[in-house]
């Protein structure tokens, strides 16, 4: 499959041991090539796509690594916040649904989508979310934007039914957005590892 993939990105896999460099032990009970595995950030020097596998229980995450040439399907997580989707998902009653479907029926000026438990429940029908979960999305911001530009999300997101935390993706990487408009910076989560910011946009030297 020929796409490019980031991080977030849920892909679905053609063999059981397209699975490498993995070690927990609880992978191989867990996980089969019915579940999507998660694009995470990272590099590797022969170009396979770096990615983490969810267990049933919080603590059981595990990183690995794939070559392309075993993904057969990918959802992104702007693929989960389509309205008719979210408005047929068995979990429409769950308060982070809710709240996605709040942001859902408005015109944002980015691309955005949802991630984390909630966007692997509504790729898989699996009921990983519960009353209290949080919400986890994504902004894509290709262009800087100011921290006034998303005044109108936080306020939203502020008073909404359940926690929700956003990550802004820019092509230096992710940061996420409540520590920067708190802050004036952020870590910003990179290929390469973490790095401390003001300019989330900007390539340092």
């Known amino acids: 499959m020929t796409t490019t993939l980031r991080p977030h990105d849920l892909i679905w896999l053609n063999a059981r041991d397209a699975l490498e460099d993995i070690t927990e032990s609880w992978v191989d009970s867990a996980w089969h090539t019915g579940l999507p595995v998660v694009v995470r950030r990272d590099v590797d020097s022969t170009g396979r796509i770096p990615v983490g596998v969810r267990g049933l229980r919080r603590d059981q995450r595990a990183a690995g690594w794939v070559n392309a040439a075993n993904v057969t399907r990918v959802v992104s997580p702007e693929d989960l916040h389509l309205l008719a989707d979210l408005l047929r998902s068995p979990f429409i009653t769950q ?19 949802v991630t984390g438990s909630t966007g692997y429940a509504l790729a898989t029908g699996i009921p990983v ?3 209290d979960s949080d919400l986890d999305l994504v902004i894509r911001a290709p262009e800087p934007l100011l921290p006034d530009a998303f005044n109108l999300w936080q306020a939203q997101l502020g008073s909404a039914l359940c926690r929700a935390d956003t990550q802004v993706e820019t092509p230096e990487g992710g940061f996420a957005l409540a520590e920067w408009l708190r802050d ?5 989560k990179t290929s390469r590892g973490p790095r401390l910011v003001a300019d989330p946009w900007y390539r340092e030297a």
Do not use: F
Request: zero cysteines; proline letters at 11%.
């Open 129 to 131: 979310i519960h009353a």
């Open 95 to 113: 308060p982070p649904v809710q709240v996605a479907l709040q942001l859902a029926q408005q015109a944002w000026p980015w691309g955005w989508g």
């Open 184 to 188: 004036g910076k952020t870590l910003l």
